[in-house]
């Protein structure tokens, strides 16, 4: 072979292994509960006067709930009282936060026939974006100002509001209110019973019960019923008891997306087997990663 064409051949070759993706993988959590049931793709806590359903399924897990009043009455639901707790550490659901909302108005006159100059005036804007998060953006108003102009003004109004958090929530009879703050566990369980980027169609699962749970996790919730002083509680405790790393592969099908008798032009990748009692963490293998655990 020429050198020419060795070095191009080369050149080729590194070209291709820079570009190469990484492969994702996903390790999965399965659970088990205590004084819950599985009913309608939910887990389900009921006592007659709530019913309190989850669905853990997402990246990470979500340990949030939908709390539904079965009475005729309201029920307060004490969040300053109210914790999730995962093993053993406890962590609260009322954090006494502010949320604050501001908007801000210009109104600009001017007169005058010669040419004008351009003022600018900004000021920032802090509000809920779509995530429920604060966010603060800067607002030019522009106003035209005549240089011959003796009656050019600009005048700005502006309103805030400040939402406190609900340290008890008030929940009507028939009807729910939802609670989302925590994730269950963003970090893969490492063992050496696990291999970290198995091989499509590999499956090695690593089972527990509960006296060896590596995540053992549950809501503590406090509630009253109208203006009655008594103190309900609850916990719906649950624990992981099984883990596997899998790839995308076998993680996921391929196939088609369907609404109303039409499929979409692309295949798409969508999960097997979910279940509100279980929940996965995504993570990838970087090109030049050694390690098989």
């Keep these: 072979m020429r050198p020419l064409n060795l070095l191009l051949c080369i050149m080729a070759a590194g070209l291709l292994s820079s570009c190469a993706t990484t492969k994702v993988f996903y390790q999965v959590y399965k659970t088990n509960y205590e004084g819950l049931t599985k009913k309608d793709h939910l887990v389900v806590f009921e006592d007659e006067n709530c019913v309190v359903s989850y669905n853990l399924w997402g990246d990470g897990g979500n340990i949030g709930f939908r709390f539904y009043n079965k009475t005729d009455q309201n029920i307060f ?5 109210c914790f999730y707790i995962s093993n053993g550490n406890a962590f609260n659901y009322y954090k006494n936060r502010v949320y604050t909302s501001s908007s801000a108005t210009g109104v600009s ?45 600009m005048s700005s109004k502006g309103r805030s ?20 703050e925590y994730s269950i566990n963003e970090s893969p369980y490492r063992d050496c019973d696990l291999l970290r980027f198995p091989k499509n169609k590999q499956s090695i699962v690593k089972t527990f019960d509960k006296t060896n749970s590596p995540y053992i996790f ?49 295949k798409q990748y969508f999960f097997k087997n979910l279940g509100p009692d279980a929940f996965y963490i995504e993570y990838v293998r970087p090109n030049t990663y050694k390690w098989e655990h």
């Design 77 to 81: 639901l004490n969040l300053d009282e």
């Design 109 to 153: 006159q001017s007169s005058g026939i010669s040419s004008s100059r351009s003022v600018d005036a900004s000021v920032s804007v802090t509000a809920l974006n779509y995530l429920s998060l604060l966010q603060t953006n800067s607002v030019t108003a522009g106003a035209s100002q005549s240089v011959y102009s003796s009656n050019s003004t």
């Design 161 to 180: 509001v400040a939402i406190n958090e609900e340290k008890i929530m008030c929940i009507p009879p028939q009807s729910s209110k939802i609670v989302a």
């Design 218 to 266: 549950s809501n503590l919730l406090v509630y009253k019923i109208g203006q009655n002083e008594n103190q309900k509680k609850i916990k719906n405790e649950f624990y992981v008891t099984e883990i596997s790393n899998l790839t995308k592969e076998t993680m996921s099908t391929l196939n088609y997306e369907r609404s109303c008798g039409e499929k979409s032009f692309e």
